[in-house]
Every structure is written in C-alpha cells, then in structure tokens.
C-alpha cells in the first residue's frame, strides 16, 4: 500500500514525496518509486493536457465571430499575459525542465509544454530526465539529513 501512496503522491508532487518515502522506504525504493510515479505524471497529464487542449480549441472555434462574420475584439494584454510571455521567453524550455520538480508541479508543467512547445520532439524524454536528476539530489539531500536528525543510516 505504502508503495501504491508514494508512487500517486510523486506522480502530482514530486518534491514534497521525498521526506514521506525515506520514512517508509528503502533509498533504492525510494528512488525507483518517485521516478516511476513522475513518469507516469507526465505522460498521464500530459495526455490529459493534449485532450484539454483540443477541446478547448473546438469550443473557442465553435463560438468564435469569425465564423458569423462579425468583427472580433483586439487581443487584450493584461499584465498576466505580458509577464507569462515574458517568463516563457526568458526561461523558455529549459526552464520548464530544471524548474518542473522544484517549483511547478508535474501536471503544470506538462500542460505548459504541452501547450508551448509542441515542435520538440523529446520534450517528454527531457521533462523525465530532470525529474530523474532531481530525484537523485532530492534522495541524498532527504537521506542525510533524515541519517543526521535520527542517527540511523539510510544508505
């Protein structure tokens, strides 16, 4: 059961599963428990995101005054828009990468790659490689300190 919790747990947030799964879990489980319930984050939301997506597009389009021929608004640029436009371009995918398991969790930013970075072709491969690096220094940070604060060895 422990292991079923864990792998749900990191597959939403991965940082905050870490301290939970030392407690009850080996390194080695510990590690291959969060990766696989991270990979299995991403490829689920970022399905869901895709499906999101799409319908999305379909209502917007349905609804849309081009299709009724009646002159649509200006885009409106609120100070919301300018400042994710300008995170995006400053961070861009690299960002999303290094930051996906230490501020954004896994559903965010698969719906943020799913939705701006359609053109890269490993993007998922990359997503799950910075969550596999993570992991590791998440696993030795949480295993020495827990090592240090109950004076028993976890490796």
């Not at 961070?91 to 698969?110: K, R």
Request: proline content about 3%.
């Amino acid at each position: 059961m422990d292991y079923i919790f864990i792998v749900l747990l990191s597959s939403f947030k991965f940082a905050f599963t870490f301290p939970i799964a030392l407690a009850r879990l080996s390194y080695t489980e510990t590690l291959i428990f969060t990766n696989m319930g991270g990979i299995l984050g991403v490829y689920v939301f970022s399905g869901f995101s895709e499906l999101l997506l799409i319908g999305w597009n379909k209502i917007t389009n349905f609804f849309s005054r081009k299709k009724t021929g009646i002159a649509y608004k200006k885009k409106i640029f609120t100070k919301y828009n300018r400042r994710l436009v300008r995170i995006k371009n400053k961070y861009g995918f690299p960002g999303i990468v290094i930051l996906n398991p230490v501020l954004l969790s896994i559903p965010v930013s698969s719906f943020l790659v799913v939705r701006y970075y359609k053109h890269i072709k490993l993007k998922y491969l990359y997503l799950i490689a910075g969550l596999v690096s993570w992991s590791l220094i998440y696993t030795f940070f949480y295993g020495y300190l827990y090592e240090i604060l109950f004076k028993t060895p976890v490796f």
